[in-house]
């Protein structure tokens, strides 16, 4: 009698653990993908995704992250067994062009499927558009001008005007001009349905004015579109130098000199007809350098070596190589270091 009771009691914890498991909050989103295909830049996506609970308990939503230009405007914190809720996300379009997809991360009490990422699609197009919408320039300074020419046009709005543009480098000018229709655009598929007036933006970059080194910035041109005042053009790029020194300080460290030491230096012209080294010295006692060609005009080594005899202690001084090159006809690099 006794173990019937057990078996009874056994079964009875068994059915209350069975049921106890079977009741849970169960999240499903059947349409975790929105695509709106083609948006207007500047124009706001919103859109309420539907969250089901399948479960047998109240489902719990503790948090919702919306990735970065998404905001999320509300959304239902508990969902009843059998019923539905919304998580509804706006998406700002206006810092965006192109394919873009972002996502929205539910966190829920649903311990089989805790996080959920919601994704909004879409395609964003410029009202003003602008081809190829960017002008990168790898120069060499000293080598004159190079250029880049954008076309700007818009399909809706009034007849598009340019009305002033805004360059951020003294040495990057920027003209604009209005470009005529012309049996060449009636005739090139890609023009048809475009419409509006078409304008040729020109970015021209003085080499022998710009100083070496990079480029990242916008040219700003101001337009009538009551939607789209201001257009921004990237400008990247780098003005390399006319002759470059690796390494540019030599450093070269605490040393021990019971045989000479030697370390190079490597001199390498970026012009087309190159350069030649006319000589090389130390204002460093004890330092000697030479000049080795690697090839004629364009890459040269200057060999450095520090002789056994040098004083011991610490030494700071100059390499410096004169070159043909009118614009560095002197090149200094720091030298430093210490004799044990």
């Known amino acids: 009698m006794k173990i019937a009771q057990w078996i009874v009691l056994i079964g009875a914890l068994l059915a209350v653990n069975v049921s106890s498991a079977s009741a849970a909050a169960k999240a499903v989103v059947r349409k975790p993908i929105v695509d709106f295909g083609t948006v207007a830049q500047g124009d706001k996506i919103e859109y309420s995704f539907e969250l089901f609970n399948e479960g047998d308990t109240v489902l719990t939503v503790r948090e919702v992250k919306p990735a970065c230009g998404c905001t999320v405007t509300r959304y239902d914190k508990s969902i009843a067994p059998g019923a539905s809720g919304e998580i509804t996300a706006v998406l700002s379009t206006g810092i965006f ?166 370390t190079t230096l490597e001199v390498r012209s970026q012009t087309e007809g190159g350069i030649s080294l006319e000589a090389v010295s130390s204002t460093v006692a004890g330092v000697s350098a030479e000049i080795e060609e690697v090839e004629k005009g364009k890459v040269y080594k200057v060999v450095l070596t520090l002789s056994p005899e040098m004083a011991k202690g610490p030494f700071r001084g100059k390499v410096q190589i004169t070159t043909s090159s009118k614009r560095h006809p002197l090149l200094e690099v720091e030298l430093s270091g210490t004799v044990l």
């Open 97 to 262: 062009t192109g394919p873009i997809a972002k996502s929205v991360t539910v966190f829920t009490d649903d311990s089989l499927n805790p996080k959920i990422n919601l994704v909004i699609k879409a395609v964003i197009q410029p009202r003003i558009e602008v081809e190829p919408g960017y002008a990168r320039f790898i120069v060499v300074e000293g080598t004159g001008s190079k250029s880049s020419i954008q076309t700007l046009r818009t399909a809706d709005g009034p007849d598009l005007e340019i009305r002033s543009i805004r360059s951020p480098y003294p040495f990057v000018k920027a003209s604009y001009r209005r470009v005529e229709a012309d049996a060449r655009d009636e005739s090139d598929q890609s023009n048809r349905g475009k419409g509006g007036s078409r304008w040729e933006v020109r970015l021209t970059l003085d080499a022998n004015r710009a100083p070496v080194g990079p480029l990242a910035d916008y040219v700003e041109v101001e337009t009538n579109h009551p939607k789209q005042r201001v257009v921004k053009i990237p400008v990247s790029g780098f003005v390399r130098p006319e002759v470059s020194v690796t390494p540019r300080v030599a450093e070269l460290g605490s040393r021990r000199l019971e045989t000479p030491y030697t």
